[in-house]
Antibody
């Protein structure tokens, strides 16, 4: 069974930092591409970052570029999101998402971890 | 990159059909056959229902179907069932910027 479990969310102050982790199981992690997608409370989904299977190709949305860093450790079967210079508008549930084998879709999602940015 | 436009709500009685539209531009929906649809129940993670415009992942009932015309994609749920009541989001690859964009979301209510 494919499982993606996020952790590391919590309360952060504006300008602060948090590091999210995603533990994967039930499939060959190193062969898969991943994304982070967030959902602000009561709002829709927003794609924010992509990383290739090797980690060599990375893309970001304009809203987080320069502040967030996506990375992975294939040996630890984990995905990460380093979030710096946090803003109130970054408050959201952050989902770890696997890209489907056919590419260009999101076939498995974690339940997410809540990040709240507030003073 | 602006969100794709979906109607805020749609509804139908059990057994009826409901169709949700997803309107983008020639840079996303109209330019690529990489439109996908996701179902999200309250407090749950989104679930992939349709990919590449009209393909269904294993396990998704054939009551769910997708199509596209120009810059607008559509999801049709036929034979509505109570468990279909959820939020639905479309998504498209935007090749020009190598990014992804989601729709604004549609809440489907089964009357």
């Amino acid at each position: 069974e494919v499982k993606l479990v996020e952790s590391g969310g919590g309360l952060a102050q504006p300008g602060g930092s948090l590091r999210l982790s995603c533990a994967a199981s039930g499939f060959t992690f190193s062969s898969c591409k991943f994304h982070w997608v967030r959902q602000a409370p009561g709002r829709g989904l927003e794609w924010i970052a992509y990383i290739s299977s090797s980690g060599n190709t990375i893309y970001y949305s304009d809203s987080v570029k320069g502040r967030f860093t996506i990375s992975r450790d294939n040996a630890k079967i984990s995905l990460y999101l380093q979030m710096n210079s946090l803003r109130a508008e970054d408050t959201a549930v952050y989902h770890c998402v696997r890209e489907g084998a056919d590419d260009y879709n999101f076939d498995y999602w974690g339940l997410g971890t809540l990040v709240t940015v507030s003073s | 990159q602006s969100a794709l436009t979906q109607p805020p709500s749609a509804s139908g009685s059990p057994g009826q059909s409901v169709t949700i539209s997803c309107t983008g531009t020639s840079s996303d929906v109209g330019g690529y056959n990489y439109v996908s649809w996701y179902q999200q129940h309250p407090g749950k993670a989104p679930k992939l229902m349709i990919y590449e415009v009209n393909k269904r992942p294993s396990g998704v009932p054939d009551r769910f179907s997708g199509s596209k015309s120009g810059n607008t994609a559509s999801l049709t749920v036929s034979g509505l069932q109570a468990e279909d009541e959820a939020d639905y989001y479309c998504s498209s690859f935007t090749g020009t910027t190598l990014k992804y964009v989601f729709g604004t979301g549609t809440r489907v209510t089964v009357l």
